[in-house]
DNA sequence: TATGAATGAGTATTCATTCAT
DNA sequence: AATGAATGAATACTCATTCAT
């Protein structure tokens, strides 16, 4: 993320920006808070410091701040995990190619890891919307082939079942109150490369 | 029902029993069906058979019945896992052992995996009540004892891993749309015979 | 109207009556007074003495109030013109007939004048339910039979062209102010009957 | 535009004119497509393509725009009326004056039969300005001294009439979905001339 | 003068809960 | 105990209007 090249801001916004930022970061501490049923669209307006009005300018409707915030959490996830799996790639030694690609999975949680978990929380009762379904196989995609460089069979599937144990280990810990994140990336890696290395 | 010949109950009990059976049935369809936003007071005592008044004379509020939902699934659940440790502590062979627990894991799903999976999500935002919290320890107990007998280092939290792992993996999968019991529950036996073997 | 011989009221009714009457009566005093704009849900509730949420009880939504409104005014417009019309039938004399169509028309105005003319106005705008439609028809083919009894041709025809002509006429009449109904009875003779001898 | 040689006007007046009438065609517009309801300043501003602020520098609120509206439907109606009730008082055949005026009536509806009629239920709803309600009694008085010229009785209230009867008869036909404007100006010179030679 | 972002009162509607019968 | 009519706070969303730039 750091070294993409492309420019940070149009200088030119039809969205103002600022405004936009606002709402989003209001709904997602408001999420972290109180969760799903706190996120109302007026006190995301108050918390934001707009009007309900405003609200409605930049998005469409409630359902919409979520996308939103998904699809931010899902491109930033992506971005990251694109970037992991080139690394990852790029050295023949398969324990190595799993720490990086779980660094990266636990650098998704390290941030806000409830507001992490309550969007995919969200997002499992939403009808995802085309650049999300896009980003998620996309990650897949990633993991997947960082497997199959390695030689692993069925890579597609294999994928599926270790950001399935990996997400589940990593939700529950930090749900449990986990804040070790070095003890968390062992045990993930334990059970990540304990299914390649199994049957 | 009056006529069955085992445990006497009076008439009132009976009564009163039969009641809330219908309302947390009617409440577990409606989840089934229409997730959480559809579980409304007056749908569930609709659904019952029963009035709105009678419904709030057995449950003093809406939380309460979703409360005691997930408190019969995690007891059902509980029981079903004890059962399954006590045949597991009777067998010298490890691989055995994990095969039985996942059968009972996967029991759990295989009912109402709709439901399951509907009041797992609610349990996440709900404050647990003390009871279903016993439970869920008496869970990760069951699975702990059997790590125990076969010598496993850390037993508490290597069954807490095992059963996030687990739940992971199902959860995933059956969302996915996978119906094939028998492989997930070799992929499960993969994820968890993999944890168990590695580092 | 006051000469049907079913019962008035069945003992037993889902629907209360009374709060069903209110709510009712409350919305046609507010579109008498202030129109469509004026009428709002709440100030319906307000207005009937309710709560908001009683008058959702008895009507699923705003419009299925103004759509019960115009339902009762053409059921009762068309139960008057069906017996006009059976009078109308009976009597040789055409001008006679006439009168007795008029009356009816007129009496239907003679109530709440602006009540009616606000329900026909809302009536325009709305989809009508199939129920108001076969109202409307059925009080077309009232006038139209009568017209064949006296050989008019194209009786459909005429009878669409005098019920609009004797609306516009009573309409902007009541509009600017009229209540002498004996003159406007005899200025609506006037119109139609000419309409019919000329040509 | 600009090159049009004919009655100058300063450049701040024409750029005023424009945007003004801008915003009264996107209005009209907007009210031929959607009714009322769809007619929303903002809506009407992008239409124009002006900013809101500007839409509120030519019109102090929404209501100036609607009345702006039927003021200029009614000033083109009387117009022409005006210009009918010259040449209909002219001839001193009755049957061929009523065909003018009824020719005139007729124009109305047919340029834009829909904006028409919206403007006209709006009017019903709206308090009449002094200038609109000036321009519909000159109206009248066109008709009625086209009336007086040929003795008829009472020509103001039989103006009255004859105007309510030719509306109600050209929006009943209009809103049916009647195209055939010869056949209904037959029809209407029945409906006028035989309430005239009635009674 | 023009712009359009921002405002916030107002609107329809839902649903957990109460309480008179 | 049982009923279900009634309640009203809360929610998502709209749109006429203002005002800083």
Redesign the pocket.
């Known amino acids: 993320m750091p070294d993409r090249p492309k420019p940070r801001k149009t200088p030119v916004q039809?969205r103002?920006r600022?405004?936009c930022d606002a709402i989003l970061e209001a709904a997602a501490r408001i999420l972290e808070v109180g969760g799903l049923?706190?996120?109302?669209?007026?006190?995301v307006?108050r918390r934001a410091?707009?009007?309900?009005?405003?609200?409605?300018?930049?998005f469409?409707?409630?359902?919409a701040i979520l996308a939103e915030l998904i699809r931010n959490m899902r491109a930033e996830m992506q971005a990251d995990f694109s970037d992991a799996s080139q690394r990852a790639l790029a050295t023949p030694n398969l324990g190595e190619a799993i720490d990086i690609l779980i660094a990266a999975s636990l650098r998704h949680h390290l941030n806000r890891p409830v507001l992490a978990e309550r969007l995919e929380e969200a997002e499992r009762d939403l009808p995802l919307d085309a650049e999300t379904a896009r980003l998620k196989s996309a990650l897949r995609d990633s993991v997947a082939s960082v497997l199959a460089r390695h030689g692993i069979p069925m890579p597609d599937q294999t994928a599926f079942d270790l950001i399935a144990i990996a997400q589940g280990l990593s939700d529950a810990a930090i749900r449990a109150g986990e804040r070790d994140f070095a003890a968390l990336q062992n045990r993930l890696h334990r059970a990540v490369s304990g299914y390649l290395s199994a049957e």
Chains 1, 2, 3, 4 share one sequence.
């Open positions: 039809s103002s600022a405004t049923t706190a996120l109302t669209t007026n006190e307006a410091g707009v009007s309900i009005g405003s609200l409605y300018q930049y469409p409707d409630k359902q």
